[in-house]
């Protein structure tokens, strides 16, 4: 798991990932980038992360791929990524496809609904929490 | 005591507490006013690992995080 | 789609895709790498392409993802490839993650059983048609 | 006249017939006996498209090419 100060340089990850695992005997290799979009007149958008719970969860996925003989990887940017800039790539390394393309699917989503990271807009430098695309982690609401 | 840290955007300071439970946590929550509102929107962690029930525990020195919705990626 | 006598330069390959389409506002980047894997004693695998039918294969997908908002892109080795090195990338851009993440598994799908590409495993410097691997195509058996 | 190409494993030089339909052209190949054994297993083109029609008829100059079993990745 790595976390970044501001965008990511995802050509050096994707790149040092392959070799990480290049004699690895990997038949498969899917990162999963996720970039900035211009909307709604932000210029970027900034992030919070909590990291301990964060490799909490990335713990476990580390032990759900081996059981299927996988193998995962992540990094995130932390504070503010312009648009057209990546803040985020995850990817799944497996001996066959079938279970690297149904892996990146499940880790992204779960990454989407439970790494504990928070979204901004950025707009004229100011942080506005996405609420409207937020997602209640699961088992929130408890103290309510 | 137990320490509760209000995680992302809900912007407040750590708060120091007397409780035995999360049920007794949720008690104090619900009466400040700036958290609040966002308590039925919030998963909880105790020492950094999340924690689906009332009852649970708590011992002198742990750390209570309150984590309002995430949106990563 | 780009077809390469040999191995891949699969860093060069994602890097240049990344950069071509890092104005045009997507979300989603989502390659998939095949890597040739070390297996019951071959060197590597040795593929055959035709590509007039394989540009036509191409051509509908592309026509598929620019209904959905995406993009899709391909290269593929033509030749002996050695083990732990890389015969085939595919990726798809899209705006939304749902997008991609389903189109990555429906074309690398479709690819590997409608694509015109032979496979033999190459064991001391010979190629064997690896028949038990192999699909018959979309409508197999017509002539028969 | 059309013109057979046998794609990847088969190994067997293109040939040219007479033909007018797909149909003719199946005829033709079960008689050859180092093409026979594939037919069920391959797939046909006319003029680089994929064909599913064994009425589908020729011209003079198509090019038909048979598809063995792929394995593209």
């Known amino acids: 798991m790595e976390l970044y100060q501001g965008p990511?340089?995802?050509?050096?990850?994707?790149?040092?990932?392959?070799?990480?695992?290049?004699?690895?005997?990997?038949?498969?290799?899917?990162?999963?980038v996720g970039t900035i979009r211009a909307e709604e007149g932000i210029d970027g958008l900034s992030f919070d992360i909590y990291g301990p719970i964060l490799a909490v969860w990335f713990e476990r996925w580390q032990e759900i791929a081996k059981t299927k003989g996988a193998k995962v990887k992540m990094a995130h940017a932390v504070g503010d990524v312009p648009i057209h800039t990546s803040s985020y790539i995850a990817a799944v390394f497996s001996p066959k496809r079938r279970v690297a393309l149904e892996m990146i699917d499940a880790f992204v989503e779960d990454f989407k609904a439970n790494a504990p990271i928070w979204k901004y807009d950025l707009v004229d430098g100011k942080r506005h929490y996405a609420t409207d695309r937020s997602t209640p982690m699961s088992g929130a609401g408890l103290l309510a | 005591m137990v320490k509760v840290e209000f995680l992302g955007p809900i912007g407040k300071a750590s708060i120091e507490i007397e409780?035995?439970?999360?049920?007794?946590?949720?008690?104090?929550?619900?009466?400040?006013?700036?958290?609040?509102?966002?308590?039925?929107?919030?998963?909880?962690?105790?020492?950094?690992?999340?924690?689906?029930?009332?009852?649970?525990?708590?011992?002198?020195?742990?750390?209570?995080?309150i984590l309002p919705p995430v949106c990563g990626g």
């Not at chain 1, 994707?14 to 290799?29: D, K, M, Q, T």
Request: charged share 30%; hydrophobic share 40%; proline share 1%.
């Open chain 1, 8 to 32: 990511l340089d995802i050509k050096e990850i994707f790149g040092r990932w392959l070799e990480e695992e290049s004699r690895a005997n990997y038949g498969a290799y899917i990162p999963f």
């Open chain 2, 19 to 65: 409780a035995n439970t999360l049920a007794e946590v949720s008690k104090i929550l619900k009466e400040e006013e700036d958290i609040s509102h966002w308590l039925s929107q919030c998963a909880v962690a105790v020492n950094d690992v999340m924690i689906s029930d009332l009852d649970f525990s708590l011992k002198d020195g742990d750390k209570i995080s």
